[in-house]
């Protein structure tokens, strides 16, 4: 994203010229462009600098590659808590999501009418989570909701009609999934 | 390992026919074949009737109602959002959202946290071509925030600043122009170009009065007025404020940069080189003096 | 579901080689054979590892030294059939491109000229020869020459294909790794005999994680037109499904493991998903 630095103050305090100002920031729009480079005589001269104390500034700004591994701590004040079921404990498993957070989602559709929560990562037997999750939400709602589901085992997601995000949130992190 | 990932339908793969070009398929109703309806139902006119414009690609131009005011100018024009595209923006990014990042690891509160922290975690982007000008941290969660860091933002509410010092932290707002933005939204990409780190500049006419003020806790007020209104936000939310002086981490959580700096630590004019991990810095002394102006 | 999906006849696997298969997965626990010093494999928490067997090129017969640890989101990933097809779709149809034309009026050979005045012929009006309701005239919507069929699959389609196709490849036991690619001759006789009796498929991929390999197995497989050697960069869902058998070796395991698993568990997701742009692919 070439950005032209526009310079409003023309004079500085020192009172060095504009065209100054101009060399410093002159940038070719591209390689091809650009002129050969002449003889380094011809431009700022520098110094270099390999000081690890600077560099440590310098690696702070660099992004990491990989998302960090988050602590075994179940007392954050966010709210978050860390999967503490063993794969195999129950006859399904919900793994987390790159961002270890829990792949429950709400879709809303049809202009807002119609609202799905959405369980993905889906292993083992998804017809026992199903039918463990209805039962819970069943005890809950009793007779005042019908607790529609879909489940697509090839792709690993269980669907259930209707806004019940938190509950299934709560549901999972009390199995410790 | 008698139980592993996907076990059910990896096994199932185990007793079919080896997977090849020839035995693959997609989805049902994944791909949708746009067919050209003939015969009685959906052929002949195809859905546009007899003659017209409209069976002939020769439409009116929407909303003209063959010469007579349309609608939509019949009516003179309130201009609610004029100019709304010009105004300078700032994408919102709640407390609870940094607890989160705070409580996963992503952000390390060791060190001070700006734009660029921020930017290098992949969960908040900036987009200053949309007029964005920095980040904007609103007080959603401000009950459950529970973090003692140095922050730089671009506009806080009172609430946050609250939260945020009620928790032994500092926040300071500072204004970044938007060719410094777009450096310090993506550092590596600019150290890769090569160039030298400009300077920032000084915030438009209609900023400077925000970044200014001591309640704000602006980059531009006075450090003596800011521990002052740091004060009366303590008594008007009725928090004891902590004393940042006594704290082991007083150097991290003062540490400020200069209203000319865009990153922590490194000076406007210096060339970072990451392949050979070195600092080119400039001996003329008057381009010397021009970047410490 | 899956058995609709790819309902055939079954088709009744080696006995041997498979009942060999099921006992490593079993064996591992009590292995006293050393593993090979890696990394420990939980990246993503994922702990359930899948395993395999490395044995040798060195002799015609396997002689299987150590076991290797694979992690599940690669080769033990949710085998996506659909994913795959869409791959390989996506692989056949970015590269090709259409060169049948057909002419528009103005590019048909014939005259412009009004075949027969407007009034008074009895005969139906027309303004020329070429247009599309003539005989030899114009084609209406035909083709267009250099018409290019490239799209970009979305990011994320590309790398599950990837780990899909490897996960197949793997439980249908036609995935194999090696130590290394050294054979003691270039005659591919050898290779031949060595592929045979390990009932390995007719035609066999090796992978190495460089693209310089060694000499031996260079020249042996030089003759030998279905089997071919390819470097980590060149893995692709097409490849892997055209050769039955893969053959990774240790180091190629490795490199695609780490490459993979950084495509899965990078930070800046978005960068990835970003519009395709030739000049800007990184």
Same mark, same amino acid.
């Given at each position: ?22 060399? !410093? ?7 091809? $462009? ?6 380094? &005589? ?7 600098? $390999? ?10 700004? %660099? ?22 079921? *063993? ?11 790159r961002n270890h957070m829990l792949p429950v989602y709400l879709k809303v559709s049809m202009r807002g009418t119609r609202r799905i929560t959405q369980i993905n990562n889906v292993d083992g037997n998804i017809w026992m989570l199903e039918e463990a999750i209805k039962k819970y939400l069943m005890r809950v709602y009793g007779d005042k909701k019908i607790i529609a589901t879909k489940v697509h085992e090839v792709c690993g997601h269980l669907c259930i009609h209707g806004d019940h995000v938190s509950r299934v949130k709560e549901w999972l992190l009390k199995k410790g999934l | 390992m008698t139980s592993f990932t996907n076990k059910y339908v990896l096994n199932l793969l185990r007793n079919l026919p080896r997977l090849s070009i020839s035995n693959l398929r997609n989805n049902d109703g994944a791909v949708k074949k746009n ?61 609870? *959202? ?10 390390? !509160? ?69 060719? &410094? ?102 001996? =003329? ?7 410490? &102006? | ?47 359930? %590892? ?47 491109? $259409? ?47 250099? *018409? ?32 290394? %690619? ?14 045979? $009796? ?9 992978? =190495?994680? *460089? ?44 490199? !695609? ?26």
């Amino acid at each position: 994203m070439a950005v032209r630095i526009l310079f409003k103050n023309a004079m500085l305090r020192s009172g060095i010229s504009l065209r100054l100002n101009s060399l !410093i920031y002159k940038r070719d729009s591209s390689y091809r $462009s650009s002129p050969i480079a002449q003889d380094s &005589s011809c431009y700022a001269k520098y110094e270099v600098s $390999s000081s690890p104390e600077e560099w440590k500034f310098v690696e702070r700004l %660099l992004p990491l590659t990989t998302i960090p591994t988050p602590s075994d701590r179940k007392d954050l004040p966010s709210g978050w808590q860390p999967q503490t079921a *063993t794969f195999g404990k129950y006859p399904y498993f919900v793994h987390r999501t790159r961002n270890h957070m829990l792949p429950v989602y709400l879709k809303v559709s049809m202009r807002g009418t119609r609202r799905i929560t959405q369980i993905n990562n889906v292993d083992g037997n998804i017809w026992m989570l199903e039918e463990a999750i209805k039962k819970y939400l069943m005890r809950v709602y009793g007779d005042k909701k019908i607790i529609a589901t879909k489940v697509h085992e090839v792709c690993g997601h269980l669907c259930i009609h209707g806004d019940h995000v938190s509950r299934v949130k709560e549901w999972l992190l009390k199995k410790g999934l | 390992m008698t139980s592993f990932t996907n076990k059910y339908v990896l096994n199932l793969l185990r007793n079919l026919p080896r997977l090849s070009i020839s035995n693959l398929r997609n989805n049902d109703g994944a791909v949708k074949k746009n067919k050209r309806g003939r015969a009685q139902h959906g052929g002949d006119k195809h859905g546009h009737g007899n003659k017209g414009s409209k069976a002939r690609q020769n439409f009116m131009r929407p909303g003209y109602e063959t010469g007579n005011t349309p609608f939509y100018m019949k009516f003179p024009r309130e201009q609610y959002y004029k100019d709304h595209h010009v105004k300078r923006q700032y994408p919102p990014l709640s407390l609870t *959202t940094l607890q989160k990042m705070i409580d996963l690891n992503r952000i390390d !509160i060791s060190k001070p946290i700006d734009l660029s922290v921020l930017c290098n975690t992949g969960l908040y982007n900036i987009n200053p071509e949309d007029k964005h000008f920095g980040v904007n941290l609103i007080d959603e969660g401000a009950d459950n925030f529970k973090a003692k860091i140095n922050v730089e933002v671009q506009w806080a509410s009172e609430p946050t600043i609250a939260a945020i010092e009620r928790n032994g932290g500092v926040i300071t707002t500072s204004f970044f122009d938007v060719n &410094s933005l777009f450096i310090l939204i993506n550092p590596k990409k600019f150290f890769q170009r090569g160039e030298a780190i400009p300077r920032r500049m000084i915030p438009p006419d209609d900023a400077i009065l925000y970044y200014s003020s001591a309640a704000n806790r602006g980059y531009l007020a006075d450090p003596e007025k800011i521990s002052w209104e740091r004060f009366v936000l303590a008594q008007k939310y009725g928090y004891k404020l902590p004393k940042i002086e006594d704290d082991p981490d007083y150097d991290m959580l003062v540490s400020r940069k200069d209203q000319r700096q865009i990153f922590y630590g490194l000076e406007p004019g210096w060339v970072v080189n990451l392949k050979d991990k070195v600092i080119l810095k400039p001996i =003329d002394p008057q381009l010397k003096e021009f970047y410490r &102006s | 579901m899956l058995l609709n999906c790819l309902a055939k006849q079954i088709r009744a696997l080696p006995s041997t080689f498979t009942a060999a298969c099921r006992l490593s997965t079993v064996a591992v626990e009590n292995s006293e054979f050393n593993e090979i010093e890696e990394p420990p494999m939980v990246y993503g928490g994922y702990t359930e %590892l899948r395993q395999a067997w490395v044995s040798n090129l060195d002799t015609i017969k396997e002689n299987p030294s150590t076991i290797i640890d694979l992690h599940p989101q690669v080769f033990g990933s949710r085998p996506r059939i659909d994913i795959i097809h869409e791959n390989v779709v996506w692989q056949k149809k970015y590269k090709y491109v $259409s060169y049948a034309n057909t002419k528009v009026t103005a590019e048909v050979n014939m005259s412009s000229k009004k075949p027969w005045p407007q009034k008074g012929q009895g005969r139906a009006r027309h303004g020329t020869r070429r247009s599309p309701l003539f005989r030899g005239g114009s084609v209406i919507h035909g083709p267009r020459s250099h *018409t290019t069929h490239f799209y970009m699959l979305p990011f994320y389609k590309r790398v599950y294909g990837l780990t899909s196709t490897l996960s197949v490849k793997l439980i249908q036991d036609d995935l194999h790794v090696v130590n290394n %690619l050294d054979i003691p001759t270039d005659d591919p006789g050898y290779i031949n005999d060595l592929v045979d $009796s390990r009932l390995w498929g007719p035609s066999v991929l090796f992978i =190495d994680d *460089t693209d310089t390999m060694p000499k031996n197995i260079s020249l042996a497989l030089n003759q030998i037109k279905h089997m071919n050697l390819m470097p980590v960069y060149g893995l692709n869902v097409y490849s892997m499904l055209k050769y039955e058998t893969l053959v990774l070796t240790v180091a190629a395991v490795k490199k !695609i493991q780490e490459r993979l698993l950084y495509q899965l568990h990078r930070p800046d997701g978005h960068q990835a998903t970003r519009k395709f742009m030739l000049n800007k692919q990184n």
